[in-house]
């Protein structure tokens, strides 16, 4: 497939690197020119692009931006081929994005997404860590393998989202449409606890609305407390206690 990555930060980064490596045509990009893309994100094919080209000609465009810089790439986002499926990494945090009006109690962040890029969108990758991203991938069949679920309206964008989860090594897992994706967002059991597919569904059934916000914020609290007291960002096992010790 032809792949447009937009973002090459943490996450689009580790996109990159692992899609080109799957035999995907990927083009990459960030805010800037191409030639300020990160080494990383092109080791194993990818190629530096503009923003505007990662989405003009892609089959399936990638968006792994901050959701506050979300408006910053909507229009070319809503300029991709009309068949082009378009999967959404974000996650909403108002301390980094700002307040946003009707976001962060318990809404659904990726129907707000949908609206700023005026079209149909898949929801993936958003409730891995970085860390677990880069080091936790394993081949299917893997006791233990981490498992991600997948929101999307359309099912023909979801299975092309499922799959391409699948290639960078993890368990996709259909999380119906895109209204119910509030149970995939910060503050909800689903979200950065690297669960297996069989303990998945029980935790995306048990996520609370309204809860959610106020954990996840509280997440950051804790989380922000700690590199304080340390004076160093706390270690990937630190988050991965924290975020399940919230349920
Ligand atoms: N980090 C995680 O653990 C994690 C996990 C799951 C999901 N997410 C979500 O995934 C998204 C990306 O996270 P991240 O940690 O990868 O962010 P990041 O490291 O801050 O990277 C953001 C990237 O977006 C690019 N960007 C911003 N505005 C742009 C524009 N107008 N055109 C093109 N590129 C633009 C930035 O380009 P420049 O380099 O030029 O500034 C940068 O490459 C966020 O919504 C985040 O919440 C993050």
Known sequence: MQIGIIGAGSIGTILARRLARAGHDVSVANSRAPET????????????VWAADAAAAAGVV???????????????????????????????FPH????IEGL???????????RQYRRPLVKAWNTITTASFADRS???????????????????????????????????????VIADSWRQQP?????TTDLTVEE??????????HAAARRRDLMIQIYDERTQTEGSLPGPDFQLALTRALF
């Open 104 to 114: 962060g109690q318990g809404q659904t962040e990726s129907l707000w997404v949908q």
């Open 138 to 176: 394993t081949e299917p069949g893997t006791p233990g393998r981490i498992a991600l679920p997948v929101a999307a309206d359309d099912d023909r964008q979801r299975a092309v989202g499922m799959e391409l989860v699948e290639q960078t090594g993890f368990t996709a897992f259909d999380a119906g």
């Open 96 to 99: 980094r994005d700002g307040v």
């Open 187 to 191: 503050g909800t059991p689903a979200y």
């Open 37 to 48: 893309v990160n080494a990383a994100a092109l080791s194993t094919g990818a190629t530096a």
């Open 62 to 92: 990638i968006v792994s931006v901050n959701l506050g810089q979300i408006p910053s790439v909507a229009d070319l986002v809503a300029a991709a081929p009309a068949d082009a499926v378009i999967i959404d990494t974000s996650n909403y």
């Open 200 to 209: 998945l569904p029980a935790a995306l059934a048990k996520a609370d609305a």
